[in-house]
């Protein structure tokens, strides 16, 4: 059973940056699609970011809302995925969530129903 972990969350003024990790256990991650997901107050599932796996063509994707500003990349020696933030605004106020499919593995774009998902953690971009 695939266990993820969510950290690095917190407050931030806007324009600051913060890193999130996502520590995997239990499975490799090598062979899964690894996305972020938020959640903002009152609203849906917003997808972030996605890795496809070693075998799909290990590129990484980023919604519009936040391309030029996030950096999402793995350490497959620590099993674990990170995502960098920069430039943050009020905006990307959510919880974060680490996820990963085996199904998305080779196109993960867009997705947000993941098999595995972490607890999430909480970011919050105020002055």
């Known amino acids: 059973q695939l266990q993820l972990v969510e950290s690095g969350g917190g407050l931030v003024q806007p324009g600051g940056s913060l890193r999130l990790s996502c520590a995997a256990s239990g499975l490799t991650l090598d062979g899964y699609a690894i996305g972020w997901v938020r959640q903002a107050p009152g609203k849906g599932q917003e997808w972030v970011a996605c890795i496809t796996s070693s075998d799909g063509d290990g590129r990484t994707y980023y919604a519009d809302s936040v391309k030029g500003r996030f950096t999402m990349f793995k350490d497959n020696a620590k099993n674990a995925v990170y995502l960098q933030m920069s430039s943050l605004k009020p905006e990307d106020t959510a919880v974060y969530y680490c996820?990963?499919?085996?199904?998305?593995?080779?196109?993960?774009?867009?997705?947000?129903?993941?098999?595995?998902w972490g607890q999430g953690t909480q970011v919050t971009v105020s002055s």
């Open positions: 996820a990963a499919d085996r199904r998305f593995r080779h196109a993960c774009s867009g997705y947000t129903s993941y098999d595995y």
